[in-house]
Structures are given as C-alpha cells and as structure tokens.
C-alpha cells in the first residue's frame, strides 16, 4: 500500500509556495506583481549582447522575454533596426521601446508617431512601446503616464531578469526549503503544534530528508558550506548564523508599540538568498536559498553576506574608535 504523505501545515505550505514567486509590484511599474519566476522575462537591452546566457543551458526563456530599450537607443541610432536585426530583435516582435521619463516622452512622444502601447508577453506583442513614466508637479499636464501593460488579467509586462528560475528549479528550490525547516532542532514539535499530530510530522520529515537525498538536494557539506546549517546539521540564519526555531516560521514579526499594522504578514523568518540577485547570474537556485531572520534579511538586502559582514566590521571599528562600547 502507498505511503500517504501527511500535507505541512497551511501557513508553511503557503510560505514555502510563494518561494516559487516574484517580489511585489505596484502598477506604476512595468513587472507584474508575484507570479511564477518562470513567467516572461524583461531584458534590459544593455544586456542583450554576445555574452547573455540562457539559464540551465537552454536556448530560451519557458515564457519567452522581452528586450527593453531606451528611446534614445531606438531613435538616436540611424541603423537601429539592422542593429536589432543583427541580435536577433525586432521591434513589436520580441523587443519594446520603454518610456521612463517625461524628457523623453515629451521628445520621442510614440502617440504622435501613431505607435501603439504592447499588450501581449508573446510575439505579436500588439504595440511598440510600454510606458511608466512618474507624475510630476512641475508642468501642468504632468500627471503619470502609463501605457500597455494595464489589463487586470494582464498587469504588468513580465519579471525582472534576475528573479528567473524555471519551473523544474522552482520545484527543486521548494523541496530544499522544506528540507531545511525539518532540520531545524525543534521542527516536529513545532509543526504537531500547528495542525500536524506528532507521527505525520515525522513521517513527512522522513520523507522529504529521504527525497531529498536522493534527488542531490541534501549534501550536508554544501548545505554548512553555503551557511545553510552548522556542524551538528541544523539549520541557522545564514548572516548571524544563530540557530532558527521552527517557531519563527509561523509567529508575526513583533511591531512597535503605536505602529501596529492589523493586516501584517511578515513572519520572524523569510527566504533568503545567500548569494544575492543580480544581473548576470541566476541565483535562484538549489544551495543558494535558505532561510533567516527577518531583520538579518532586511540588513543584508542586495549587498550580499560578504559585503554587509564587512560593512557590519565597519561600523563596529568605527563605533569603537569613538570610544562606544558594544
């Protein structure tokens, strides 16, 4: 008879989910607001020369890209569009021009050229420009422009580059994630305290320690490598590098005192990538996700562990050299 896998408990099944998922956006921005890292990809057109990658050695995006660039590029360039020809480009086909400023709106302004504003995150893209260019106060008439992309069903023209992940990393990065809750040194406890009895938490843990393993997910040497665990394998914050309770997967970041925030989702752990997201690379990947104090996360941001660790050794021989003792 087939193992029955007990389900984690929602609000870490959810947490765990939405690791698959982009960062927030509001709708004054061109990236569409939390959907799958596997959705279309903008590119900068800087980007876009003989050097650009593919992740996982494919030949492609799963949801195709986008190539952005800057009306100067486009109307400034007499051979632009032999230049874009010779990179594979083509304007409404796989590439947009992107209206950022009022400069350069008011200059190169696409509606009296008769453009149309894109609509589709696949070729044809419907138009040939997108704009998301901020209100101002200085003009009259400068209230924000916000062109294509604007449906409910279709907000927003794709994700940043470097949030990329495919779906086959998405699930492995899931599995890890989850693999690095159980190692925590209380995780049963905690999840029989939060909707698992004590058994199916045993078993789920076994289960997924076990296909993690076999799946390569579970190298304890990569894992304390990459500041994921210490050296009795148990999971810690990646910066502080202090040992994580499973309790701060489920309990709400503490608020001041007259600031409350009802709504407030933000638990006292969070994803956290040990190498940062930046262009040129993908990081979202297996043995570069873990988990860490929120506050450790908040600190570290796109500076990195190494380069926050020095910045923090800073501050400290600074604070000292003051004579402040800590």
């Known amino acids: 008879m087939k193992l029955k896998i007990p389900k984690l408990p929602q609000l870490l099944d959810r947490k765990i989910y939405k690791t698959g998922q982009t960062r927030g956006a509001d709708d004054d921005v061109i990236f569409q607001n939390r959907v799958g890292r ?15 990658v593919f992740p996982d050695g494919k030949k492609n995006f799963e949801n195709n890209f986008i190539v952005l660039l800057a009306p100067t590029i486009y109307f400034e360039n007499k051979d632009i569009v032999s230049d874009l020809k010779s990179k594979s480009l083509a304007l409404g086909r ?7 400023t009022r400069q350069n709106w008011d200059k190169y302004n ?6 149309k504003p894109a609509q589709n995150r696949t070729a044809p893209l419907g138009g040939n420009y997108i704009a998301r260019v901020p ?20 907000k927003g ?14 699930k492995k990065c899931r599995l890890q994630l989850e693999s690095i809750y159980w190692l925590c ?11 698992m009895s004590k058994k ?3 078993i789920r843990k076994d289960y997924i320690l076990k296909i993690c393993k076999k799946d390569g997910l579970l190298d304890y040497n990569k894992l304390n490598k990459a500041r994921m665990i210490d050296n009795e394998n148990q999971t810690i914050c990646p910066l502080c590098l202090e040992k994580l309770s ?10 001041a005192e007259g600031r409350e925030v009802p709504d407030l989702t933000v638990t006292e752990i969070n994803l956290f990538h040990i190498n940062e997201l930046r262009y040129g690379v993908y990081n979202h990947k297996p043995y570069n996700l873990s988990w860490g104090h929120h506050h450790c996360n908040v600190v570290t941001k796109d500076s990195g562990i190494t380069g926050t660790l020095k910045w923090m050794k800073d501050v400290l021989k600074r604070n000292e050299g003051r004579g402040f003792k800590v």
Request: glycine share 12%.
């Open 38 to 52: 596997n959705s279309t990809v903008l590119i900068p057109y800087q980007f876009w020369n003989k050097s650009f």
């Open 94 to 100: 796989n590439c947009l021009v992107f209206y950022e």
């Open 110 to 115: 696409p509606e009296k050229r008769g453009w």
């Open 135 to 154: 209100a101002t106060t200085a003009i009259n008439g400068g209230g924000n422009v916000i062109r294509g992309f604007t449906t409910t069903a279709g």
């Open 157 to 170: 023209a794709g994700i940043r580059l470097y949030e990329y992940a495919s779906s086959e990393t998405i």
């Open 185 to 195: 040194f209380d995780s049963v406890k905690v999840a029989s305290g939060n909707g």
């Open 200 to 202: 199916d938490a045993e």
């Open 246 to 255: 499973g309790m701060g997967f489920f309990n709400r970041m503490a608020q």
